[in-house]
Nanobody, 123 residues
Framework: QVHVVESGGGLVQAGGSLRLSCAAS????????VGWFRQAPGKEREFVSA????????IYGDSVKGRFGIARDDRENTVYLQMSGLKPEDTAVYYC????????????????WGQGTQVTVLS
């Protein structure tokens, strides 16, 4: 069984920063990409960012490009999403997902999902 746990969400003023963490444990795949997605109330799940197993490939959604950064620490089996220049429209539940073989914007490519962490940005 694989466990994926997100942390680091919270309340922040517009223009502020947060760092989300995604920790995977259990019988994780030998190699896996990690993706971040978000879902705001009444909206569809949206791709945010993803990083390859090696860390060499990183992709971002258009709405966060230039403001968010993704990085992984394999010693800690953790992936971080550094969010800066936050806007009220970034308010959502943020989900981490693992298990994709390749970096992908498609949630269907990921096998294991966390429960999500709430990010609320105040205007």
């Amino acid at each position: 069984q694989v466990h994926v746990v997100e942390s680091g969400g919270g309340l922040v003023q517009a223009g502020g920063s947060l760092r989300l963490s995604c920790a995977a444990s259990g019988r994780t795949p030998d190699t896996y990409a990690v993706g971040w997605f978000r879902q705001a109330p009444g909206k569809e799940r949206e791709f945010v960012s993803a990083v390859s197993w090696s860390g060499a490939s990183r992709i971002y959604g258009d709405s966060v490009k230039g403001r968010f950064g993704i990085a992984r620490d394999d010693r800690e089996n953790t992936v971080y999403l550094q969010m800066s220049g936050l806007k009220p429209e970034d308010t959502a539940v943020y989900y981490c997902a693992i298990g994709g073989v390749v970096v992908s914007r498609n949630p269907g490519e990921y096998l294991y999902w966390g429960q999500g962490t709430q990010v609320t940005v105040l205007s």
